[in-house]
């Protein structure tokens, strides 16, 4: 099954293939949320500082582990340093303050949620370089003592990705950023792929436009299939890893179910949707 795959990423560590993503989820449903995602097979949990249900995150992992007799190493938790957060001590503050709220010894993986603050970061105006270093300074430290075993990046273009690797010690191994049916970006995908990143999709089902498509409803009834399902599938086998959301059992039992293929041409077909 997908779900129980994984990808080798460029220090070694693997991950999961399919991510459940709390983004929205309050902390009191998160709790839930975990659990059944567990139950449903999932290794990956996806929180951030920003979500504010690392706690709810970090409950659910403990009841999980009671649930299905894995220790802590058979999961894969990331987290995030909030996009506001551009300094060496606030980032260092921020790593250990989730693993305090996760309750967890080590973070599998933390990202720089943003590169810039949101309420700038599709403007033009400050350039945030100089401080994406220091941050990136506190991860590549807490990567070398064992609090972070994956660091990576979020929301990052090519010149803010060329930015930290030209001055990193660790080059990040994952960028995190929004594909889905109708708004691939082919330029920056193709330029993490050629450096050794992985790209996680984050709104795999584009927030549930693509059920407004005729075109991408037709294919996933062709297959027999959900929309999300379809959407997750076509993440797939992009060869980058989807991060569906939900809080309801059934759809999160769904969103891994995806044992099935997507003929190459009905790919070519998703991948001539646009503008969504």
Request: charged letters at 25%.
């Amino acid at each position: 099954m997908v779900v129980d795959e994984y990808y080798k990423l460029n220090n070694g560590q693997r991950i999961p293939k399919v991510a459940l993503g709390t983004w929205l989820v309050s902390d009191d449903e998160a709790e839930g949320a975990v659990i059944s995602a567990f139950e449903a097979g999932y290794r990956h949990i996806d929180t951030a500082v920003a979500y504010g249900n690392e706690a709810g995150v970090g409950r659910g992992l403990h009841e999980a582990m009671k649930v299905t007799g894995l220790h802590r190493e058979g999961f894969f938790v990331t987290s995030k340093i909030p996009a506001e957060v551009k300094t060496y001590e606030g980032a260092t503050a921020c790593i250990q303050e989730s693993l305090e709220r996760l309750d967890c010894f080590h973070l599998d993986m933390m990202l720089i949620h943003a590169p810039k603050p949101w309420d700038e970061m599709w403007k033009p105006g400050k350039d945030y370089s100089a401080e994406n270093l220091q941050v990136w300074h506190a991860l590549e430290e807490a990567y070398a003592v064992g609090k972070c075993r994956v660091i990576g990046v979020s929301n990052f273009d090519i010149d803010d990705l060329k930015n930290i690797m030209d001055e990193c010690a660790v080059i990040p191994a994952v960028n995190q950023i929004r594909v889905h049916i109708g708004h691939v970006p082919y330029e920056l995908i193709e330029f993490c792929e050629q450096n050794g990143i992985l790209v996680e999709a984050y709104s795999p089902n584009a927030h549930g436009k693509l059920a407004e498509v005729p075109g991408v409803c037709q294919m996933a009834a062709k297959y027999d299939v959900s929309v999300p399902q379809l959407a997750n599938r076509f993440i797939v086998q992009l060869g980058l890893l989807p991060i569906p959301k939900s809080t309801h059992g059934d759809r999160i039992r769904e969103n891994a179910d995806l044992d099935f293929e997507i003929m190459p041409a009905d790919m070519a077909e998703l991948l001539e949707i646009s503008g969504l």
